[in-house]
């Protein structure tokens, strides 16, 4: 049909119709002879035309996808060959995809005559081109190329073409290929497991360097079914990619216990079949060897192989390895198949198991006991200790900077897995100030910024790695340099863990620790971070100072105490003539008598600063219990308890008008002189000995 319109014809474009614009654009492509650019030039304009297509269907005008026959999906399908330019394959890949979505069942329907006619021919090059769509189209139709993959007899019919004496290197490219990128498809992994894992071993075992002694051997130029045959041998290539084939089908499947010798119903012989950690050293070797040729499908291979736990420590343990692995990343492309298999591997060996609860913990031994009647027990070599380790060797490979480099332009894939190597990296605490220093807390900040509200995981995770690293590190240091990155951009972030993760079955607060650590040590530099903190979260930290864990409790006063020295926000938050202020003040003055010492120090300092304040000496003055409180302080075994409680009493005894009236009989009620007599006896710091005997002049002098 394309053909109607001669391609030597030069109408004015603009006065053609949208289908003989597309129909000359086909017949141009048809022609050959088209040098690359020339050809990825026209496959864009169909590329565009088949696009907007949808925006013309839906003014009422009809599709171009009506006149375009099996002839013109042959051409278009033909760029996707090996055999062509990449640049050419990646744009006959988007015009593919445009084309199916313009034509819906009809696109699927010629497709898929395409691909069982081309195989049915069974010829080389057929084979070639069949194959090469189905790789290409896999992650385009997922759905429909499954099940031509699946289709009865075609994964059978592989065998014996792989076998054959006389090995096409480009049928066997082609078709490895094909089944990588099916191998993403869980029910075509399992199928390719079932038919293709003999034969796949079969290539993997035979010797590349052997010379071929058939009399054929001396005729490389021979045809047969329309290929060109020059080896009985697997190319060293092919190999590889077998590799990688096998290491993805068997990564992926759970591990099974050894036999059990004393059951008769198991057989003491077992087949023998290349492992993962085989494969993976196989992998390892081509890439180190031969990084030129191998990067890619290699990295790949790895990436799935690494899911297991003994890959991991053995990657992880060859510096050499690690060294190339993150050369190799810092100069790939971005978003590009090496970046996120390098990144795959790095978030692998540095990935920690799940926190779970007590209860999930035994839900999980019962269920694998129940599938496995106990044979199965969780692999030593994922326990914390071993995966702190392998986080240890990655951090000393020196990939920081690296990952700083591509999170500037990764993908959300690319970043996801980002943020993962570096939350891992941050939870030893040996790594945080390292971390803030070669740019992790930029790169976490400006990825929770950029993330769409959907990642929520992945924001989560971001914003505790950078909760990690500022508990430990000096906000001066990490937001100076001379293109400082503002310290209250770090608050949003942290306050997002305030709150429960909504996709969580249950919640885990250590997140919410770690995020009122990170802010607590922000409000200890200035007034502008604290009162950036007041406004972007405060409801949040006031619900979790009746948290009922005690760590998170405390974290929370202790951030109380950093945001109160900033005098604005003080005033607003606990000396206003509300309901909420007075309820704010009571629940810090019953804390400064909570059970945990250091939620009783935190509020001990946050009253410190609040009773320089008169309004707020009155409250407390006036609140049932409120002296006896603050002089319970006073009694502590702690020196410093005892020190800060004496200011407080200090500054109530001291403040005039009033509410210092009121406050030296309330203390005097409440037996402070005695108190504070003890208290003095107790003490061996003179800084708490000089603010006790300053009270004790306030409060047995005459009114």
Known sequence: ???????????????????????????????????????????????????????????????????????????????????????????????TSAYLKAAGEDGRQKLSEFFMGRVRKSTYDDYIVAFCVASAIFPIVPDLTSDLFLSEGFLGSLGPLMRRKWKSRKVETACLEMLNAACTHAPCREAVLKYCSEWLEEIIEQDPEEAVTSEYAHEPDMQLGGGSISMRRHSAHVQELAAVVLAKIRAVQPAKPPPNLSDPSESRVQPATTSVEDLSKMLTKMLLKTPEHSTQSSIEGLAYASLRPRVKDDLSKNGEFLAGLVKTLESAAPRSAVTYGALSILSNLTVYPPTMSEDEKRMSQLKAYANAAGKIQPDPLNDHDHVTARCKRVFEANVVPVLVTHSKNGSVASLSLIISIVNSLSVTAAHRGPLAQQGAVRLLISAWNALPDTETKTKRTAAQALARILISTNPALVFGGTQPTPQTSAIRPLASLLVPDPAAESRDLLPTFESLMALTNL?????????????????????????????????????????????????????????????????????????????????????????????????????????????????????????????????????????????????????????????????????????????????????
């Open 1 to 95: 049909m394309a053909s109607a319109i001669s391609a030597t014809a030069s109408p004015q474009w603009s006065d053609l119709s949208r289908q003989d614009q597309t129909l000359l654009l086909f017949a141009r492509l048809m022609e050959g002879g088209l040098e690359d650019d020339e050809t990825v030039a026209e496959l864009s304009k169909l590329t565009k035309m088949l696009n907007d297509d949808g925006d013309f269907v839906k003014k009422g005008e009809p599709s171009v996808a009506g006149v375009i026959d099996s002839d013109c999906v042959d051409t278009v399908l033909c760029y996707l060959d090996m055999r062509n330019a990449d640049i050419v394959r990646a744009h006959a890949a988007l015009c």
């Open 523 to 703: 409000a200890s530099t200035d007034d502008d971070t604290r009162h950036a903190i007041v406004r972007t979260a405060w409801p949040d930290i006031e619900e979790l100072l009746l948290s009922p864990h005690p760590k998170v409790t405390t974290a929370a006063v202790e951030l109380v105490c950093n945001l109160v020295q900033s005098q604005p926000d003080a005033l607003a938050l606990f000396a206003a003539a509300t309901p909420q202020a007075r309820n704010r003040l009571q629940i810090l003055v019953a804390l400064a008598d909570a059970e945990e010492a250091a939620t009783r120090s935190a509020a001990g300092g946050a009253l410190a600063s609040l009773t320089n304040y008169e309004g707020i000496v009155r409250a407390v003055a006036e609140r049932e219990g409120g002296a006896e409180r603050v002089l319970g302080l006073c009694g502590e075994d702690d020196e410093d308890l005892r020190h800060r409680g004496a200011f407080v009493v200090l500054n109530m005894a001291a403040t005039a008008g009033e509410a210092g009236r009121l406050a030296r009989e309330k203390l005097r009620g409440a037996g402070a002189v005695q108190v504070l007599t003890e208290c003095a006896k107790k003490s061996r710091s003179a800084g708490v000995v000089e603010v006790v005997v300053e009270a004790l002049k306030v409060l047995i002098q005459e009114e």
